[in-house]
């Protein structure tokens, strides 16, 4: 291995995220428990996201338009303002959460910064991801951040581009397989799946990876052991 630059996903890799996402998830079904079953909420509303990403994107601001929306639908137009104004606020303690690091991010960063290029490879949205990483306190190991409004094969080969450095220099980092590992070893480069306890269904995939430039530890720390 020639690593140059080691990259790392944000959320759920450096600091907690899905969880937040869940609970919010949780008291809108709440919201609306009169309307629909639990499930069904559910369904309702990551149908819409997954549909809405290609307008708004990931992040909580989609996040929230796409509450009202479900809300809108599942109760056939009847919403409250009240209930609108519920899911708002709902969105609104989301951007305020505190930044939780998860356990020895700080550690790993500590021992790689002189080593190689440390980057951020996240997805969301700009203002929120920059907002949590001044929060984390982590801002001072990058060399980069790049914040992508998709993590595809052509999104890495740009930030590959723009770090100038050929795809095998790369390692990401990242919780999620189908955005963090998936695109980086379709381009030629290195990944390392360290796995979150909760993945949204969206970055699911079912297939196992194989690959000689592939490998997956249970945390974090253990990527110090061949790095
Ligand atoms: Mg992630």
Same mark, same amino acid.
């Given at each position: 291995?020639?690593?140059?630059?080691i990259a790392f996903?944000a959320?759920?890799?450096l600091?907690?995220?899905?969880?937040?996402?869940?609970?919010?998830?949780?008291?809108?079904?709440?919201?609306?428990?009169?309307?629909?079953?639990?499930?069904?909420?559910?369904?309702?509303?990551?149908?819409?996201?997954?549909?809405?990403?290609?307008?708004?994107?990931?992040?909580?601001?989609?996040?929230?338009?796409?509450?009202?929306?479900?809300?809108?639908?599942?109760?056939?137009?009847?919403? @409250?303002?009240?209930?609108?104004?519920?899911?708002?606020? &709902?969105? #609104?303690?989301?951007?305020? *959460? +505190?930044? !939780? =690091?998860?356990?020895?991010?700080?550690?790993?960063l500590?021992?790689?910064k002189?080593?190689?290029r440390l980057v951020v490879?996240?997805?969301?949205?700009?203002?929120?991801?920059?907002?949590?990483l001044?929060?984390?306190?982590l801002n001072h190991y990058f060399h980069h951040i790049e914040?992508? @409004?998709?993590?595809?094969?052509?999104?890495?080969?740009? &930030?590959? #581009?723009?770090?100038?450095? *050929? +795809?095998? !220099? =790369?390692?990401?980092?990242?919780?999620?397989?189908?955005?963090?590992?998936?695109?980086?070893?379709?381009?030629?480069?290195?990944?390392?799946?360290?796995?979150?306890?909760?993945?949204?269904?969206?970055?699911?995939?079912?297939?196992?990876?194989?690959?000689?430039?592939?490998?997956?530890?249970?945390?974090?720390?253990?990527?110090?052991?061949?790095?």
């Amino acid at each position: 291995m020639n690593i140059k630059v080691i990259a790392f996903d944000a959320d759920d890799t450096l600091w907690v995220n899905e969880p937040y996402f869940r609970q919010t998830e949780e008291q809108f079904c709440n919201l609306l428990a009169s309307y629909a079953a639990q499930h069904e909420l559910e369904r309702e509303l990551l149908k819409i996201e997954i549909d809405n990403l290609v307008l708004y994107g990931y992040g909580i601001k989609g996040f929230i338009l796409s509450m009202i929306e479900a809300a809108m639908k599942i109760t056939q137009k009847t919403l @409250s303002i009240e209930v609108i104004q519920h899911i708002m606020e &709902l969105g #609104k303690q989301m951007l305020n *959460q +505190p930044i !939780e =690091l998860l356990d020895g991010v700080e550690e790993v960063l500590e021992a790689l910064k002189g080593k190689y290029r440390l980057v951020v490879a996240t997805k969301g949205d700009l203002l929120d991801q920059e907002r949590k990483l001044k929060k984390s306190g982590l801002n001072h190991y990058f060399h980069h951040i790049e914040i992508m @409004s998709e993590k595809d094969d052509a999104n890495y080969l740009k &930030l590959i #581009k723009h770090l100038d450095i *050929q +795809p095998g !220099e =790369l390692m990401m980092i990242g919780n999620s397989l189908k955005s963090d590992v998936m695109p980086v070893l379709n381009i030629g480069g290195h990944a390392v799946h360290v796995p979150y306890h909760i993945t949204w269904a969206h970055e699911q995939i079912e297939h196992s990876v194989d690959n000689e430039r592939f490998k997956s530890v249970e945390r974090i720390k253990e990527i110090l052991d061949f790095l």
